[in-house]
């Protein structure tokens, strides 16, 4: 079975604090890794993937199979960075399972 | 638009009845994602579906049924509702090979009020 797991509901920072959202995941074998980004108002929309290793509006996510996690990171949170964050993990038959999500609420 | 659409966008209805929303994926989109977000509860996935033919399910009630057309279109069918039903439920799609595999378009979803 695949699971995912997003501890916090709720994260608050101040502008320009870092930021880190935090995902845990259960898989078998090798899953594949996403963050999704839902702004208010607006429809989840895929924020990055593990395998493309990239930085998407400053956010970046390594994947650490020893620890079973794929946190996202952001050295500076800006106040439009305030959204609904969800992990998803694709196992096998591109199952995609999310987690509960977490809210990112930046003060200003 | 060739994203994701979803109707009706709202809906409103009593204990009892069946309702059947709808999803047409994005242009080129084999797959189609049906999942249920409830206060406090996330993303429920519900069932997939993979060029008319079930690929996945998750926690789908035996009350709630789906199906995907050959024109690839897809409807979720959600009967006997109950008021624990009330929730947006999302329609997602990706394609189906390479790079856009297993990345998920999202619609808008269609939020059910069950009174």
């Known amino acids: 079975a695949q699971r995912v797991t997003q501890p916090e509901k709720l994260l608050s920072v101040f502008k320009g604090a870092p930021v880190e959202l935090k995902c845990n995941y259960s898989?078998?074998?090798?899953?594949?890794l996403f963050w999704y980004v839902q702004y208010s108002r607006q429809r989840l929309q895929l924020l990055l993937r593990?395998?493309s290793r990239e930085s998407i509006k400053g956010f970046t996510a390594d994947l650490n199979k020893g620890e079973t996690s794929f946190h996202l990171k952001k050295p500076f949170a800006q106040e439009e960075d305030s959204a609904m964050y969800y992990c998803?993990?694709?196992?096998?038959?591109?199952?995609?399972?999310f987690g509960t999500g977490t809210k990112l609420q930046v003060i200003p | 638009d060739s994203g994701v659409t979803q109707t009706p966008k709202h809906l409103i209805t009593a204990t009892g009845q069946r309702v059947t929303l709808r999803c047409s994926p994005r242009?080129?989109?084999?797959?189609v994602y049906w999942y249920q977000q409830s206060l406090d509860q996330g993303l429920q996935f519900l069932i997939q579906?993979?060029?008319?033919?079930e690929r996945a399910k998750g926690n789908i009630l035996e009350r709630f049924s789906a199906q995907q057309f050959p024109d690839l279109h897809s409807e979720l069918n959600l009967s006997s509702l109950e008021l624990g039903d009330s929730a947006l439920y999302f329609c997602?799609?990706?394609?189906?090979w390479g790079t856009g595999a297993n990345v998920l378009t999202f619609g808008a979803g269609s939020r059910l009020t069950v009174l």
């Open positions: 998803a993990l694709s196992g096998g038959y591109q199952k995609v399972t």
């Open positions: 242009s080129g989109d084999l797959s």
């Open positions: 593990h395998i």
């Open positions: 579906y993979y060029n008319g033919e």
């Open positions: 898989y078998s074998g090798s899953p594949e």
């Open positions: 997602a799609s990706s394609g189906w």
